[in-house]
């Protein structure tokens, strides 16, 4: 099983107020998170299905901290699912 963290700015902030970098990371997230969509993957926060959107705003910018994505294959190796879950600092 493959995992990826994103790790996000400690910020809640207004679209408008979103600085380049913010955007971009936002932009590039959701992105990837909907090419894995397209191809049938369910994307879940904290155990909640939900949509590329949310999870990279929340990945990105609305969260303080760290998510860990889980992939999670089937019995042939196909990636069917990718779980976000926050990731608790000792």
């Given amino acids: 099983m493959k995992r990826s963290r994103y790790h996000s700015s ?15 990371a936002y932009e590039k ?9 397209e191809r049938g993957v369910v ?22 901290g760290s998510y860990m994505g889980d992939y999670v294959l089937d019995d042939s190796g196909k990636l069917v699912e990718i779980c976000f879950d926050r990731v608790k600092n000792r």
């Fill in 10 to 24: 400690c910020s809640s902030v207004r679209r408008e107020e979103r600085t380049e970098a913010e955007r971009e």
């Fill in 29 to 37: 997230m959701k992105g990837d998170l909907e090419a894995y969509t």
């Fill in 43 to 64: 994307l879940k926060l904290s155990g909640r299905k939900t949509s590329s959107a949310y999870i990279a705003n929340v990945c990105c910018i609305r969260e303080c």
